[in-house]
Nanobody, 127 residues
Framework: QLQLVESGGGLVQPGGSLRLSCAAS????????IGWFRQAPGKEREGVSC????????NFADSVKGRFTISKDNAKNTVYLQMNTLRPEDTAVYYC????????????????????WGQGTQVTVSS
């Protein structure tokens, strides 16, 4: 069974940090680009960051550039999203998703490219 499981969400004060993990089971991430998306109440889902199958290419939404980093450990079949200097507007449910893309980079603009999705993890930034 192909599955993605996010973890690491929680409540954090503005300016704080969190590290989200996306663990895959049932398939190897070596051939998949991984994207992180988020959706806040009443808002559309937006792409946050993505990383290519081999980890050599990344993309970030303008709103998180310089604050978030993404990394991939294919040996552990896990992708991480390090979120620093968090702001209240970062509050959302964060989802990771996998796109079969062994020879290309990653795409943030089209969630439809991603075939497998996790269940999401809540991130709340509040004092």
């Amino acid at each position: 069974q192909l599955q993605l499981v996010e973890s690491g969400g929680g409540l954090v004060q503005p300016g704080g940090s969190l590290r989200l993990s996306c663990a895959a089971s049932g398939f190897a991430l070596d051939y998949y680009a991984i994207g992180w998306f988020r959706q806040a109440p009443g808002k559309e889902r937006e792409g946050v960051s993505c990383i290519s199958s081999r980890g050599g290419s990344t993309n970030f939404a303008d709103s998180v550039k310089g604050r978030f980093t993404i990394s991939k450990d294919n040996a552990k079949n896990t992708v991480y999203l390090q979120m620093n200097t968090l702001r209240p507007e970062d509050t959302a449910v964060y989802y990771c998703a996998a796109d079969f893309a062994p020879f290309s980079g990653c795409v943030l603009s089209s969630a439809a490219k991603y075939d497998y999705w996790g269940q999401g993890t809540q991130v709340t930034v509040s004092s």
